[in-house]
C-alpha cells in the first residue's frame, strides 16, 4: 500500500512540474508589446540603414529570456513593388514558430509562401542584437509578419567559433 502512494505522488509531482514546464515555456515569459512598437523599420537599398514605413494594425510579442522571440503581425499601405524597389530582400528567412495562443502568427504557411513567393522577406534590422536580425514578410494585399533569426555572424559566434572577418566584432563575453 506504501509503494502505491510514493508512485500516485511521483506521478502527481511529475504532471504538476510537466504543466508547470509547459506554462512557463508558452506562456510565462512573453509580454504583449503593441502598445510599446513605435515603429517598423526596413533597411534600404541606397543607405544600408534602417528607415521607418507606415504601419497600423499591430499585434506583437517579445521576451527579454530571448532575442528570437520577437513575433508581430501588421498591415502596411505601401505596395510590395515600391518595397522590393526601396527596401533589402531577405533570401534566407526562416519564420520562427510563434506559441498558438499569439494566432494571428503562422510560421508554417508563412514560411511556404515566402518559398511559393506570394509574400516577400526583408531585412528589417540588422543585428538588432549581436547576430539576430529583425526580418519583415510582406504579402500584396499588406498583411506583414515580423520574426527574429540567428544571422550568419551570430551562426558562427554562439557556436563557439571565433568571429568571422566580415563580421563586426561580437561584444564581450561572446567570444
Known amino acids: ?100 495562443w499569439f494566432d494571428c502568427f503562422d510560421a508554417v504557411r508563412i514560411g511556404a509562401d515566402l518559398e511559393a513567393g506570394t509574400a516577400v522577406a526583408f531585412l528589417g534590422n540588422r543585428d538588432i542584437q549581436y547576430g539576430i536580425d529583425r526580418v519583415i514578410a510582406v504579402y500584396p494585399d499588406g498583411r506583414a509578419y515580423a520574426w527574429h533569426q540567428i544571422n550568419f555572424c551570430g551562426d558562427v559566434v554562439f557556436d563557439g567559433n571565433p568571429t568571422p572577418p566580415e563580421c563586426p566584432p561580437a561584444p564581450e563575453g561572446l567570444n
Request: a negative charge; aromatic letters at 10%; charged letters at 20%.
Open 1 to 100: 500500500m506504501i509503494a502505491r502512494i510514493i508512485i500516485l505522488g511521483m506521478v502527481v509531482i511529475a504532471l504538476i512540474a510537466g504543466a508547470a514546464m509547459y506554462y512557463l515555456q508558452v506562456y510565462a515569459y512573453y509580454d504583449d508589446v503593441s502598445e510599446q512598437v513605435e515603429n517598423v523599420q526596413l533597411t534600404s537599398v541606397v543607405t544600408g540603414e534602417a528607415e521607418g514605413i507606415l504601419f497600423e494594425n499591430i499585434k506583437a510579442i517579445d521576451s527579454s529570456s530571448s532575442p528570437l522571440r520577437y513575433r508581430s503581425c501588421f498591415d502596411t499601405g505601401l505596395s510590395l513593388a515600391l518595397l522590393t524597389e526601396t527596401f533589402e530582400i531577405y533570401d534566407e528567412a526562416e519564420p520562427r514558430v510563434a506559441p498558438a
